[in-house]
């Protein structure tokens, strides 16, 4: 079986997978990785998202042979490793906020809402209530309220 090597939350990761495998199934089933859930399998609810080399995609639309071995791809879990620190900023303002109901899909809402913040820094400003809109991560309890306030006091923590 192939091979495919990735870093994985700072360290280097091999998968004896066929290569069409897409990435969340490695990560969960393969890694033991459980952070990025499961939602649709096609990038839509983006209950799956985390970083790849920074940036915010749906490991459920990437299939693993797509990675080499310099990408990185940072999950909820290794979120807080970024700033070194127990919690990420905005897990720490997601919690204070009381955000999640079920949960199921707070990481994705998380690891897009950090993207979107450095997105937005990256760019010489603030993150807007016009960058908020832009957010389509689908939350089925509808706690979109608390998750708009959860990211701007995130990105208010994060320096």
């Known amino acids: ?11 280097a990761v091999t998968a004896d997978v066929e290569g069409d495998v897409r990435l969340l199934w490695v990560l969960r089933d393969v890694l033991g990785v459980t952070g990025p859930k499961y939602g649709c399998g096609v990038g839509v609810c983006r209950a799956c998202t985390s970083h790849l080399n920074g940036k915010a995609f749906t490991p459920c639309a990437v299939p693993v ?6 990408d990185e791809v940072t999950t909820i879990e290794g ?6 620190s127990a919690l990420h900023p905005m897990q720490e303002a997601w919690l204070d906020l009381d955000v999640a109901q079920c949960g199921y899909c707070q990481p994705g809402q998380i690891m897009t809402a950090v993207a979107e913040v450095r997105r937005a820094r990256e760019a010489g400003r603030e993150i807007t209530e016009a960058d908020l809109d832009t957010i389509r991560n689908i939350c089925r309890c509808g706690t979109y309220h608390r998750i708009r306030q959860a990211v701007l006091e995130g990105a208010r923590r994060m320096d």
């Not at 979120?79 to 070194?84: C, F, M, R, S």
């Open 1 to 11: 079986m192939p091979q495919h090597t990735f870093i994985l939350n700072g360290k």
């Open 65 to 70: 042979e797509d990675l080499g071995p310099q």
């Open 79 to 84: 979120l807080p490793d970024t700033v070194g």
